[in-house]
C-alpha cells in the first residue's frame, strides 16, 4: 500500500517504513505528525483520488535538521572580484509509520 501526500509545497509517494525530508515541521524528535493532506491512496484493490480518498497518513519525527550547503560562487578572470555565497535549507526527516 502507498499514499501520496502534500506537504511543504511537495508531494511524496511513501508507504510504510520509508523516510522522507521534508520542509521543516514543527516539533521534536520523537513525536508524531499526522498528514491530513493525503491525494491518492493505492493498494492490491485499486486506486483511491479526490473525495474517494478518505486517508491519513501518521509517521515520526526522526531528525530536525539542515541540508548541504548549497554554495554559489561568483568570479571575474584578472580582476581580483571573488564572491561565495551560501544558503542551508532546514528540514525534518520523517519515518512513515500507518497509512489508513
Known amino acids: 500500500m502507498y499514499a501520496v501526500i502534500k506537504t511543504g509545497g511537495k508531494q511524496y509517494k511513501v508507504t510504510v517504513g520509508d523516510e522522507i525530508f521534508v520542509e ?5 524528535a520523537g513525536e508524531s505528525v499526522t498528514f491530513d493532506e493525503v491525494l491518492a491512496v493505492g493498494g492490491d484493490d485499486g486506486i483511491a483520488t479526490g473525495a474517494d480518498c478518505k486517508a491519513t497518513v501518521t509517521g515520526e519525527i526522526v531528525k530536525q535538521g539542515r541540508n ?3 554554495t554559489v560562487l561568483k568570479y571575474k ?3 581580483g572580484y571573488r564572491r561565495k ?8 526527516r520523517v519515518r512513515i509509520s500507518a497509512i489508513g
Open 24 to 28: 521543516k515541521l514543527a516539533g521534536e
Open 77 to 79: 578572470a584578472k580582476k
Open 68 to 70: 548541504k550547503k548549497v
Open 85 to 92: 555565497n551560501g544558503h542551508r535549507q532546514p528540514y525534518t
